[in-house]
């Protein structure tokens, strides 16, 4: 869109007319129209935020897992080569942690659609489909894989982020995608571009104009409705917050919409990047507006020309451009990533992968993992990630907060206190790092801390039926009862304990384990163990009102209690 405010819209006389006098069915439609539109927005930004933290978990992280670091050389050549590789381990984790702000910021923007859900009047939204994704299931029809990261990995992300007016190339040519997975590409590549930003805002009042004179074609709609199984729409972020934008404002305009649940809007900081305070901006116009100009702002950059700095189409742009420097000038090979293997999985079926359901994909599904220890890991990963879900689908379903200190109900606080700082910070993250460097295969023999063939990685897998309506809606919802997140602690907190003995008879060891201030497998695993048997302990407290904590940001005053 060229303005920033859908005030400025102008409708025809028809279009406005019908508005006026909209019934009380279309009204109901409409509404389901936008919250189809919410729940695709919901899957995209999910989708790949887990996708950008699958590639950051595959980085580098330390010069020993470059081959040719050999520590405490006296050798002058071996020397320069160390010098060389602890100077592009600085520059892969200055790539990593751009990618990973990135994805926090993806996580916001995945708030504010929570946030127009409840105002819709609506549950949260908090599922999607599991890796990979064939291109007809994802809203921008293309497919959506676990991919280590890469030079083809991140023109992918360039794709995904770039403003809807420049000319970038299909991902589909990127240089180095296997071959296996390029079947996933099965859908006709159709230039997005829109050159006129004007398009994207007559194409949605065109559909609206279609809907309500009830000419718009049936596989139109069963694509806004269901695009797991039907096929996407939109193709570009921007074209779809277009529409999301546009009928949110209009249905509050027209009185289509009521507006609800204002209290439940989540404004506060918590890590991420959320300025967006309801009770200052006052109207839900004017909140819809500048919640979808903050995500297209930072994601596209869409308002700059060049898009802006800091934008997610610049942060892959300028990692692009890097890659195309970094090591030309050393004579040593430079690979940043480790051999993580695409779209690991431990477990494959037809219920729970799109891709399975296709025999046109047979050779593009996702890659078996036989270590036993990777697949444990995976699994404690995915109890992990599934808990995580249904705490945040808590966190944003109930929340409320006391404006004046900060406070918010016991288990909403529950839900804070436990799912961003500890479990993102303490258990997803370590734990994705060190499955990245778990072997793939069953076959491996360890060689003291040596990088295996082939890695495996988390899969972010949710073991729901992909299109079973009513199972997504239950195994995505908050549990009701305290006892039921922390039996799932104690069980994770006992398999990580397992998993440490495991690597510890196997002799598995990370690459840099002889550092004196090294954490090993064995002793990572340990820690995680005794975090998760912590992390539930805080979390009953919470939940009973034992404990209480404030939010320490902008906005809120801290008045003395019994904070933590």
Not at 431 to 441: N, Q
Not at 537 to 543: E, G, R
Request: net charge negative; with cysteine.
């Amino acid at each position: 869109m060229s303005q920033k405010d859908t005030s400025k819209i102008q409708l025809d006389a028809e279009l406005h007319q019908m508005l006026q006098v909209i019934g009380d069915s279309a009204k109901d439609e409409l509404t389901e129209i936008i919250f189809s539109l919410l729940k695709q927005a919901s899957t995209t930004e999910h989708l790949l935020a887990m996708q950008y933290l699958f590639t950051c978990f595959t980085m580098k992280k330390y010069p020993e897992e470059f081959e040719d670091y050999i520590p405490g050389s006296t050798d002058p050549k071996q020397q320069q080569i160390n010098q060389i590789r602890l100077a592009q381990v600085e520059k892969i984790r200055r790539w990593e942690a751009n990618m990973l702000m990135v994805s926090r910021e993806e996580m916001t923007h995945l708030c504010y659609d929570q946030n127009l859900l409840a105002i819709l009047g609506k549950d949260p939204y908090l599922f999607r489909p599991n890796f990979p994704v064939p291109a007809e299931s994802f809203p921008l029809a293309k497919p959506v894989n676990l991919m280590p990261f890469s030079k083809a990995a991140i023109e992918i992300y360039r794709f995904w982020e770039k403003p809807d007016h420049l000319p970038v190339p299909d991902p589909v040519w990127a240089e180095g995608l296997p071959e296996h997975i390029k079947p996933l590409y099965s859908i006709p590549h159709e230039d997005p571009i829109l050159h006129d930003p004007q398009i994207a805002t007559q194409e949605a009042l065109d559909f609206l104009k279609g809907f309500l004179n009830k000419t718009v074609p049936q596989d139109h709609l069963d694509q806004i409705h269901d695009p797991l199984t039907n096929g996407s729409y939109f193709k570009s972020i921007e074209k779809l917050y277009t529409f999301i934008q546009i009928y949110m404002t209009l249905g509050i305009k027209y009185k289509i919409l009521e507006g609800q649940n204002m209290e439940r809007i989540v404004d506060e900081h918590y890590g991420f990047n959320i300025s967006l305070n309801p009770l200052v901006l006052g109207q839900y116009e004017k909140y819809i507006n500048e919640a979808i100009v903050q995500i297209i702002e930072e994601g596209e950059g869409v308002w700059g020309t060049p898009p802006a700095l800091g934008s997610h189409f610049w942060v892959f742009q300028s990692i692009l451009d890097d890659l195309e420097n970094v090591g030309k000038d050393t004579g040593l090979p430079f690979e940043p990533a480790l051999p993580v293997v695409w779209n690991p999985a431990y477990i494959v079926s037809n219920e729970f992968h799109l891709v399975s359901c296709n025999p046109d994909y047979a050779q593009a599904g996702p890659t078996i993992i036989t270590n036993t220890v990777a697949k444990d890991a995976m699994a404690l990963f995915n109890k992990a990630y599934s808990v995580m879900v249904r705490m945040l689908s808590g966190f944003f379903g109930y929340y409320e907060i006391d404006q004046t200190t900060g406070i918010r109900p016991p288990q909403v606080n529950a839900y804070f206190q436990t799912v961003f700082y500890p479990f993102m910070t303490n258990v997803i993250r370590p734990l994705g790092e060190m499955i990245c460097r778990l072997p793939a295969d069953e076959t491996f023999v360890p060689n003291g801390g040596k990088v295996p063939d082939r890695c495996a990685g988390p899969d972010f897998m949710l073991q729901i039926p992909q299109q079973d309506f009513e199972k997504i809606k239950s195994e995505t919802a908050p549990f009701t009862k305290p006892e039921e997140y922390l039996k799932i602690f104690t069980e994770m907190e006992e398999s990580a304990a397992k998993l440490a003995t495991a690597c510890k008879a196997r002799g598995y060891h990370m690459a840099f384990y002889k550092q004196e201030d090294a954490r090993d497998f064995d002793v990572s695993f340990t820690y995680l163990s005794e975090n998760m048997h912590r992390i539930g302990q805080n979390f009953l407290a919470y939940w009973n009102g034992e404990m209480v904590a404030p939010v320490s940001s902008k906005g809120f005053q801290n008045y003395s209690s019994t904070f933590n």
